[in-house]
């Protein structure tokens, strides 16, 4: 089944935006380069800030969806699955087009914390701390709320340095420490 204009048009600002950014891409770049008219754009979307959440819950969607099923593909226990968390996240750090994180891009540009952007987000961030959380809970980890905000922040941690080129290895060594986090958390 073929996908909707409005689904195609979503897939392809996803493109635009991760590789250009938001703010620097107007919607006549968007229109150049989904090949969607500006009157179609506007039948779906009423404003450029419509079309960018409706990017942030798609990518959302797809980025998590693939992400847990890896991570569950890649361990059999809750213990492995959040270490597959840094595996599953290397494949990503070199794969082709990988351009850092469309939510922190989102978030740094549009930095009011109120702002519907910015609050998508956020609410991507919190998603994945909520199944991490999830796993080390299942996992017996006594402090399940601490150890998935370190997770997060390894993982984090890892893109930014990943697209900044600050270490070669960013989620193996990310990998490395969350191993020993998880170690100290299992052993309480």
């Not at 991760?18 to 006549?28: C, K, V």
């Not at 351009?99 to 952007?117: M, R, T, V, W, Y």
């Not at 299942?138 to 900044?164: P, R, W």
Request: glycine letters at 6%.
């Amino acid at each position: 089944m073929r996908a909707s204009i409005r689904d195609e048009l979503v897939q392809r600002a996803t493109q635009v935006f991760y590789q250009r950014g938001f703010h620097a891409t107007g919607m006549d770049t968007l229109v150049a380069e989904t090949g969607v008219s500006k009157t179609a754009m506007y039948k779906h979307f009423r404003t450029k800030d419509d079309l960018i959440l409706a990017v942030l819950r798609f990518r959302d969607e797809t980025l998590r969806n693939w992400l847990f099923r890896r991570m569950e593909e890649l361990g059999q226990t809750p213990e492995s699955q959040l270490l597959a968390l840094f595996d599953a996240l290397d494949e990503w750090i070199k794969g082709p087009g990988f351009q850092g994180c469309l939510f922190i891009k989102a978030s740094s540009e549009f930095q009011d914390a109120e702002h519907p952007i910015y609050l998508q987000s956020a609410e991507h961030k919190r998603l994945l701390r909520r199944h991490f959380r999830a796993l080390a809970t299942t996992a017996g980890v006594e402090n399940a709320d601490l150890l998935a905000n370190q997770l997060l922040l390894l993982k984090e941690g890892a893109i930014v340095s990943a697209h900044m080129k600050t270490t070669q290895y960013p989620a193996e060594e990310a990998r490395q420490a969350a191993g020993a986090l998880l170690s100290i958390a299992l052993r309480k």
